[in-house]
């Protein structure tokens, strides 16, 4: 070779091949295995579980599926079906969606653009993020009294109705909506804020065409995915009062009086069914149910997962 | 000029050519020299404050027309917040607020009848780092004017001269619609330059708009502000003496001194004259050791 390799901190041109050799790295492989341990756990556990409640639920998703997703509520656990639950849960979420969406999202914006930094607003920070961790049931000792039995509001709200499970539900799911909204609305680069001013733009030009827009797939992953846990909350309804027997008037799909009638949800469909003696309500009909409602949330949270890609690719140009 | 001009203008259907501030003949102060151009920009005895820190002091520097000054100093001395406060950047900052006086073509900028929002639109600003909006490079450029209240018509004329006097009009003339993320650092730097033209600003400041850029971009900048001086007055901010010494008429040199309020180093102007003079023979001994290399 032309080059003399200079010997640099005790390198010489004999041991500078042993000295860039791989050694092994033990402390890491091991490191890594126990990660991979952890993370079969998890996953192994979720696969046990679908795999139980697939095969309960098999003998009623061979054979009468699509009945049972148009079915009525019934006595007989051969013909019963969920579509009132279906229905009921699917009120729930537009509800939730319509409420707490947007009251959540302009809490969000208020709190982190224009609030002023006192001590009020971080009081009102702190128990924002304590309200997110009350338990469910709380909130429909809440709604009960409120939204059912509330002077005034029962008459709004027609008593034990899908408005009162849903506004119960948006209480239940605001804070998330708040929480998760403010965050993304953090995650915004302060280069992009003092481009939109350092051109005059106004403040609220500034939120509304920049701010929102680069914040969307955060705000968006996050309320669709609090729209799937007000799908999958039982507790709450519970407490608001759901029909799990028989429902005497069952209105289309898109009847929109239904908001304020008598009404079943999916949650609490499948606690009562796994209540009962009989193996066919206890077992088939409950599993089933749970894989209809573990599918809907799996299709929210796909929709989420897609429309941040989407977003995120149109930000990114 | 007027104070009216400053108040918030909905704009509608009017176009920036009339914003545009009209400037004055002969309006030299009586202290300038014959040849001396208008002053644009006059602060004196500036500080500015975030909450209880005076993070500048004693600031007093006139800005002429057409002319490019440059702020130079150690890091930490100010430069960014006096720069900030001139565009009311600073606004946005809780607890930051100024004393002294800073007038803009002779109209105090922290009276409370001037809104923010017009000031920023008549003093626009280039960024240390490029910050593009995730947009395409057209609607990057008719933002600005968008928001003015410039009527769609005129947009593609806006795109075309702005891009243009940026330098940038033959390197993305044919992909105006493609995002401008995906341009390199010095091509969104003087897109960045070509957006704040767009709005028709009287005065443009940078905030050591090269500090990001490879030799070639900022050359490429260098020249582009030599060639848009005779239509804007430039304040830039640069650590980079040899580029103060290259680009600028004048030279206001900061330093940071112990202050006695408190224990932190408050940012104080030292000297502020022709560019000349402050890398050839200037008055303070703080000023020569710096620009000479030998600051401690
Ligand atoms: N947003 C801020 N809040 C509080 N202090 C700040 C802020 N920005 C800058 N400072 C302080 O003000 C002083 C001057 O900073 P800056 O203007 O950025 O200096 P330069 O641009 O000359 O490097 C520094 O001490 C810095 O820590
Ligand atoms: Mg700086």
Redesign the pocket.
Known sequence: MAIAIKPVGGLTPANIGESLRRKPDLKGALFQFVMLFSLSISIGVLVVLLYTVVSDAWPVLSTRLGDFVTGTLAPDAGRAGISQGLKGTFYLCVIVAIVAFPLGIAAAIYLEEYAPRTRLSSFIEVNIRNLAGVPSVVYGILGLAIFVNGWGISALTGGRSPLAGGLTLAALVLPVVIITTQEAIRAVPSALREAGFGVGATKWEVIKDHILPYAAPGILTGTLLSIARAAGEAAPLLLVGTITGFISNSPGWFDVRQVQDKFAAMPTIITSWAKQPEEGFRVENAAAAIVVLVAFVILLNSAAILLRNRFEAKRAG | MTKEQFERNDGKGESMDVLQIARPVAAATSDAEVTDNPTVLALKDLS?F??D?R??RGVTVDVRDNEITA?I????????????SINRM?DL?P??RVEGDLKFHGVDLYDAKVDPVEVRRRIGMVFQKPNPFPKSIFDNITYGPKIAGVPKSEFEAIVEKSLRRAALWDEVKDRLDESALGMSGGQQQRLCIARAIATSPDVLLM??PCSALDPIATGMIEDLMQEIKSRYTIVI?T?NMQQAARVSDRTAF?T?EADSEND????VLVEYDRTERIFSNPADIRTENYVTGRFG
């Open positions: 500015v975030y909450g820190f993070a500048v702020m100093g150690p890091s930490g001395c100010g430069k960014s917040t006096v720069l900030r600073n900052i607890g930051a905030d050591e901010v650590h900061f940071a932190r180093r408050t940012g």
